[in-house]
């Protein structure tokens, strides 16, 4: 009787360890897969020109000088002030950013009295809303948050060739002399960097 008890213990055992690990396994289990995660676009263009690949915007800024009673339009002169435009389109961009611009009359530059005046962002271009300089050279910076869902942004530049003030580098002969010379155009350096935000 004592081997029949003992029989059917191990038996009883031996079912109870089946069906306790028959119900574990069913709370096991494993899988696998992969998830594709989309990467941040960095696609900013200025003037319609992506800067991404791009290092030069040198056919993309198109000034404009409006002229006065004495002064033809889109042409430079002593006193003549204008502007340009940098369009900013980053509606390709997915993350937020930081933007510096400067601009300086470059050492290849026929007239060096070239001067920023100031610029105006957007709305303000219309309303005539100036943001004026200092000095001549200074960094326009800004920045753009992702969360303010903006798309674009028209930064108007104005620029005049500083015939007037004490800090001029060019006399009435060397604005003359390069008026009559054909050596080589005005030109800004316009440098603009982009810089995601962390």
Not at 64 to 88: K, W
Not at 100 to 107: D, G, L, Q, T
Not at 119 to 140: G, K, L, M, V
Request: proline residues 3%.
């Amino acid at each position: 009787m004592k081997k029949f008890i003992c029989l059917l213990a191990c038996i009883s055992a031996l079912i109870s360890i089946y069906f306790i690990s028959d119900i574990y396994a069913k709370y096991r289990t494993s899988t696998q897969g992969s998830t594709n995660i989309p990467i941040a676009r960095w696609n900013i263009k200025v003037n319609n020109t992506t800067v991404k690949n791009n290092s030069s915007l040198e056919s993309a800024i198109t000034p404009v000088f409006p002229g006065s009673e004495h002064i033809a339009s889109n042409i430079l002169a002593p006193t003549a002030e204008g502007y340009f435009d940098l369009n900013m389109d980053f509606a390709d961009a997915d993350v937020s950013f930081s933007y510096n611009i400067s601009i300086a009359p470059s050492e290849t530059s026929s007239v060096s009295d070239l001067v920023i005046k100031g610029y105006a962002i957007d709305s303000d271009i219309e309303s005539n809303n100036i943001t004026y300089f200092d000095s001549s050279f200074q960094t326009i910076s800004g920045k753009i948050n992702l969360a303010d869902n903006i798309k674009s942004r028209v930064i108007r530049v104005y620029i005049v060739w500083d015939d007037t003030s004490d800090t001029t580098l060019m006399n009435n002969v060397d604005d003359t002399q390069a008026t009559l010379e054909i050596s080589g155009p005005a030109v800004l350096d316009v440098n603009i960097s982009f810089t995601q935000e962390v």
